[in-house]
């Protein structure tokens, strides 16, 4: 526990860093592009165009609406919120290689270049999210206090990113191949996430598979908060349970793993 408080203290007093240092990369990131940050938006929005003209148009048949919503506009969250996870475990698994030598250079808490990593995806995905909220409140999809539940699902996807992140943030240094193990992992989920696809009758199989997918929770929890018209959670209190102790779980061995190999990475370079 003495290395989860100090890892907790680390970021929390460095929060103002952290968001400045976010900001500037992004900033940095666009400054030589005429539409800048748009392109944030603009790379998911092709991806949309080209699932929707496969599944949409085509594969899917004469299915109709999902849930009572187009399903322009499911597809649309889930190409969003798991473009953010994803961009979250991406790049924060990666900010301590990516910027090595100034953790090993000077003294530099490596732990708030995660954090970084993740408020840089935490400020191009707020701006998708208006863009939902705005379709949403438009066609009246979602009851007006289920967006509330957004800020739960922020929540939840940024401390789950930063779990998996704090393992493979070390593990990428330590041994290469696990950047390729973790892109095809990564590659499974989107298949296995129904981002394109919906839950509703598939085999049980694919139903079990959903209720042990992390990513499916997420993604599930931002579609209920910002455009089904139902329940403002997504699932039962088993849901719950299941994605808090994995998460959990996965921080507790994460802030292991960083602390045991932060010192010592130079070494495996």
């Not at 594969?59 to 399903?71: C, E, I, K, M, T």
Request: hydrophobic share 55%; proline share 3%; aromatic share 18%.
């Amino acid at each position: 526990m003495k290395n989860v408080f100090a890892l907790l203290k680390e970021n929390f007093e460095n929060l103002h860093l952290i968001w400045k240092l976010s900001l500037y990369n992004i900033k940095a990131q666009y400054a030589n592009h005429y539409l800048g940050i748009l392109w944030a938006i603009l790379m998911p929005a092709a991806q949309v165009g080209v699932f929707y003209v496969i599944f949409g148009l085509g594969l899917r048949g004469d299915r109709g609406d999902v849930q009572n919503v187009p399903f322009l506009v499911y597809l649309i969250t889930g190409i969003f919120a798991f473009g953010f996870i994803q961009g979250c475990i991406n790049s924060a698994s990666n900010a301590i290689s990516s910027q090595i030598g100034l953790v090993t250079k000077m003294k530099f808490p490596s732990s708030i270049l995660l954090s970084m990593s993740i408020a840089n995806n935490v400020v191009t995905f707020m701006i998708m999210s208006f863009i939902v909220l705005v379709i949403s409140v438009v066609n009246s999809y979602s009851e007006p206090l289920h967006y509330l539940v957004w800020f739960y699902f922020m929540f939840a996807t940024i401390i789950f990113a930063y779990s998996i992140a704090l393992i493979m943030s070390s593990l990428i240094i330590l041994i290469r191949d696990i950047k390729n193990v973790q892109a095809n992992v990564m590659r499974m989920f989107f298949f296995i996430t129904p981002i394109f696809w919906e839950v509703e009758g598939r085999p049980p199989i694919m139903e079990t598979i959903v209720a042990f997918n992390p990513f499916a929770y997420l993604l599930m929890t931002f579609r209920y908060a910002m455009i089904f018209d139902g329940p403002a959670f997504y699932g039962g209190v088993s849901d719950h349970i299941f994605f808090w102790s994995i998460t959990l779980f996965l921080f507790f061995i994460g802030v292991q793993v960083h602390y045991r190999y932060k010192d010592r990475l130079v070494d495996y370079l």
